[in-house]
């Protein structure tokens, strides 16, 4: 990271299930390679990376969290489950994921709203090798685009 003529501050919140955010203030800008830091507010440029995360039937009902990445692959080789969506305070505006299923079987993943909607409906299913859905937070609900 590289700050040009102004101020930057970077948050570590007490609880890591809160994604960090890069703050930037004053008339100059910082330029970002290869940072993991999921908001940025202020004038940042350069390319952050997605973190990657791989779940499969073990996580079974697991909810996800800003720190497992945006890109989400899924593997139901050895059967069908359910992730979750983020629940605490709902659809955070911006968050983003791509879940991808990445198995040959019959077996399906539900990416489920976890009591919020995606695109209106409570959960969106994954069916084929590659397919993938992406998430984005609203105002009150999950799009997908």
């Not at 908001?39 to 791989?54: A, N």
Request: net charge neutral.
């Amino acid at each position: 990271m590289r700050c040009f003529g102004c101020f930057g501050q970077s948050e570590t919140p007490p609880n890591w299930q809160i994604g960090k955010t890069l703050y930037q203030s004053g008339s100059g800008r910082i330029e970002t390679y290869g940072c993991r830091f999921t908001q940025f507010e202020g004038r940042i440029l350069g390319s952050p990376q997605r973190g990657i995360s791989l779940f499969d039937h073990s996580h079974d009902g697991h909810e996800i969290r800003k720190f497992e990445g945006g890109i989400v692959l899924l593997d139901a080789t050895t059967g069908s489950f359910t992730i979750r969506l983020s629940s605490w305070l709902g659809p955070r505006r911006g968050e983003e994921y791509t879940f991808k299923k990445i198995d040959k079987t019959s077996n399906t993943v539900t990416i489920s709203g976890n009591g919020g909607t995606i695109d209106g409906a409570p959960s969106k299913i994954l069916i084929r090798e590659y397919e993938s859905l992406r998430v984005v937070g609203g105002y009150d609900e999950w799009y997908t685009y």
